[in-house]
């Protein structure tokens, strides 16, 4: 008799067990569900472009998309680089560089800024921007991250054009104001400024340095 009450006892326990794994696997299962529906919901493709970022001969891949569900419609950039397989393995995913279409802060309205576009060429990550203006930044990749290395920005202020360019390899910066109907300059920067180390990717946003 005690022999059968512990037999007992031991197949409550395993079923216990049984059931416990089931609940934590249950919700594993749930929350990685969830994360990869998050994920998913940048499903429209806004800008595309192809080209060798890390010098190996093969065709990379940079896009940025948007989420369709989430209400403020944040953008988010990815970079792809191809492997000798044939396939694409993501080596960068920011939704910070970029800001949303319609921001929290905003109370529903939209950021008044055009869409970033992003280009692949000569081997550089081109990112423009258009907010109070025209700007380029260009990226290098060297050591396994993307460092900035140009800078341009142009803005007309209905009086005055203002062109700004900063080479970060060379330190050279220049910034020049002139009224646009008689070409006379207002204002006129050059100078070096030596910034070290470069500015990476995975930390940048546009406008938030003084200098670019």
């Not at 990749?141 to 140009?150: A, C, V």
Request: glycine share 4%; net charge neutral; aromatic share 12%.
């Amino acid at each position: 008799m005690q022999k059968k009450c512990i037999t007992h006892q031991l197949q409550e326990y395993k079923m216990q067990k049984i059931i416990i794994l089931i609940i934590i696997l249950f919700a594993y299962v749930n929350v990685y569900s969830q994360s990869k529906n998050l994920n998913d919901n940048f499903n429209y493709l806004i800008r595309q472009s192809v080209g060798d970022l890390n010098k190996d001969g093969l065709l990379d891949k940079a896009i940025i998309s948007m989420d369709t569900v989430n209400r403020t419609r944040p953008l988010r950039l990815q970079i792809f680089f191809s492997q000798p397989n044939g396939m694409s393995k993501l080596f960068f995913s920011s939704t910070e560089i970029i800001e949303a279409m319609y921001p929290i802060e905003n109370n529903g309205e939209h950021n008044g800024n055009q869409i970033p576009d992003v280009y692949i060429e000569e081997g550089k990550l081109q990112l423009d921007f258009y907010i109070k203006g025209n700007s380029r930044y260009e990226f290098i990749f060297k050591n396994g991250k993307f460092e900035l290395t140009y800078f341009s920005y142009v803005n007309w202020d209905g009086v005055n054009i203002t062109e700004t360019e900063f080479n970060l390899l060379t330190g050279k910066y220049t910034k020049q104001s002139e009224i646009h109907e008689t070409s006379e300059i207002t204002l006129k920067i050059k100078k070096e400024v030596h910034i070290r180390p470069l500015p990476q990717l995975n930390s940048f946003k546009p406008f938030e340095n003084e200098l670019y």
